[in-house]
């Protein structure tokens, strides 16, 4: 199975179409956890989980963290559901608390993330590595090798569909900052791949 990563453009307009749809279907559930009711939580849970607990692996890299978090943001997630307005749908606000959860995480064990404000940042010139087919399971096995900094960055961008400017407020860091790591983290990405011999 091959994987193309040259998606993000549409991927938060196709996401944000896609839960739409899907939360038109199950508000009646979202309205039964304001209730308080217990059997629509587990519901809601059993929809959202694995893409939720994903999206955690993505950023924390670690198995028994993504579950914490995922644990985490669905307790935050039910006992704040009174604030949840409906201004955007039900999954892209959960997603973002198990991100902010994620990072804060990563917080903890002190990620880096190099500032270069002020400093001239040459354009890539080198074949977009976005536009090779690649396996799903060596760019999974690759991006668990990245510095936490660049995997952030990277996985917010390609997977999550955000842009340098909601990157940069996310992780509180200059717009500059997070186009540097996700050039850095592309390369990074790109030579890992081609030492496990699955790029040119």
Known sequence: MKITLSFNQNALENVTNLETVYIDKHADLVNECRRGSRKAQFEIYKLYATAMYNVALRIVNDDAEAEDVLQEAFLDAFNRIADFRQETTFGLWLKQIVINRSINYLRKRKMEMVSVDG???A??????????HLKV?????AMAELPDGYR?????????????EEIAHILKITENTSRTQYMRAKRKLNSLLVTKGVAR
């Not at 399971?137 to 096995?141: L, R, T």
């Not at 960055?153 to 569909?161: A, K, P, Q, T």
């Open 119 to 121: 400093v001239e940042i």
């Open 123 to 132: 354009e890539e010139h080198e074949p977009d590595f976005e536009e090779t």
């Open 137 to 141: 399971e060596a760019i999974k096995s």
């Open 152 to 164: 952030v960055v990277l996985s917010l961008y390609l997977f999550e569909g955000y842009d340098h």
